[in-house]
């Protein structure tokens, strides 16, 4: 089975302080890293704003999940994330781990302690 992150990230303040020419280098920093995360087989399956309209929602302001073909990939990608220097400027939650099938989550959930 694959394995997936989702984040869930709201910006902090020093991204607010941040000009429009410095919030853009980030960016075209985080950017060119993607490649370097495709080539582990690293793939970002969707990313957007939180509809907070949605029952339960969280108090974040955006989401990402990504899909990664192993553990290794995975830790590379969370790793990577880090060292962008992305949580100086998000608040961010990750959940990530070795993605399943209904039966099988199922299954975990009856075996939760």
């Excluded at 995360?37 to 957007?48: A, D, R």
């Amino acid at each position: 089975m694959a394995y997936y992150l989702t984040e869930l990230y709201t910006a902090k303040p020093a991204w607010l302080a941040l000009s429009p020419q410095e919030r853009q280098q980030f960016i075209s920093a985080i950017g060119s890293a993607i490649p370097a995360l495709s080539t582990l087989g690293v793939e970002p399956l969707t990313l957007g704003k939180v509809d907070q309209s949605k029952l339960h929602s969280v108090a974040h302001t955006f989401f990402a999940v990504w899909r990664c073909p192993d553990d290794a990939a995975l830790e590379a990608l969370v790793g990577g994330i880090a060292q962008s220097g992305w949580h100086d400027y998000f608040d961010t939650i990750n959940a990530g781990g070795e993605g399943t099938d209904l039966v099988g989550h199922l299954a975990q959930l009856d075996d939760a302690v």
